[in-house]
């Protein structure tokens, strides 16, 4: 029984056995003003690296915030560039649709083609058209009603130029015809070769007139020496 007391007692007083309860004395003090000092610092210490991490953030988001405000500004931009091609593009088509677009040159080319066709019959059938429209004039009875007597009168005095000089236009009009006939069978290579020959006497009068006025340089030079 004393061995079991002698026992607790010597269990209470040894004091490493819990962390609550050490009798150390001085070594007691010395210890807990240590350990309130080491707390202290290692506060301080985090809280400094918590402010000097807090500020590298805010100065790495306000460089991102202006990364992507540049990347927004170039991509603004490449889309203002991108709009101005196309309006310079429009500005261009509605220029020259007339002789780049196939479609243009398709609708002009059928309408010369009707005015071709128009113009051929019109040549046919000319001496039936001024016999027809002189005839009229003439004096030939024509029956108008009686509510357009009024403009007959004011539309045959008004064309009566027109239809006698109308022969002369319509050969004016033969002749135009036989001369883009005879233009078309007169192929691309002739033309080039008539262009090539014309060049070249061209370029033999050039070399000649440089000849005569290098002559003419000389002379003037060796006059000069012999009369200073």
């Known amino acids: 029984m004393a061995e079991i007391v002698s026992k607790a007692e010597s269990a209470e007083s040894n004091p490493w056995l819990t962390d609550s309860h050490i009798q150390l004395g001085s070594l007691q003090r010395i210890l807990s003003i240590v350990e309130k000092h080491e707390h202290g610092s290692l506060l301080h210490k985090e809280n400094e690296e918590s402010s000097v991490s807090q500020q590298f953030q805010t100065d790495n988001w306000i460089s991102s915030k202006l990364l992507k405000t540049l990347s927004k500004i170039d991509t603004l931009t490449e889309a203002l560039d991108s709009v101005d091609c196309e309006m310079c593009y429009i500005e261009k088509d509605k220029m020259t649709r007339d002789i780049t677009r196939i479609d243009h040159l398709v609708s002009k080319v059928e309408l010369l083609e009707d005015l071709t066709a128009h113009l051929t019959s019109v040549i046919e059938k000319q001496e039936r058209i001024l016999s027809v429209l002189q005839e009229s004039v003439i004096g030939d009875?024509?029956?108008?009603?009686?509510?357009?007597?009024?403009?007959?009168?004011?539309?045959?005095?008004?064309?009566?130029?027109?239809?006698?000089?109308?022969?002369?236009?319509?050969?004016?009009?033969?002749?135009?015809?036989?001369?883009?006939?005879?233009?078309?069978?007169?192929?691309?290579?002739?033309?080039?070769?008539?262009?090539?020959?014309?060049?070249?006497?061209?370029?033999?009068?050039?070399?000649?007139?440089?000849?005569?006025?290098?002559?003419?340089?000389?002379?003037?030079?060796?006059?000069?020496?012999?009369?200073?």
């Open 141 to 228: 009875y024509l029956e108008v009603n009686a509510k357009y007597h009024g403009d007959v009168v004011h539309f045959f005095p008004a064309i009566a130029k027109g239809i006698a000089s109308l022969s002369e236009n319509l050969n004016n009009i033969g002749w135009f015809s036989e001369f883009f006939a005879s233009a078309r069978e007169a192929t691309l290579e002739n033309r080039l070769a008539k262009i090539e020959n014309k060049a070249a006497y061209l370029q033999s009068k050039f070399v000649l007139l440089k000849r005569m006025r290098d002559a003419f340089s000389e002379l003037h030079e060796e006059q000069l020496q012999k009369y200073p």
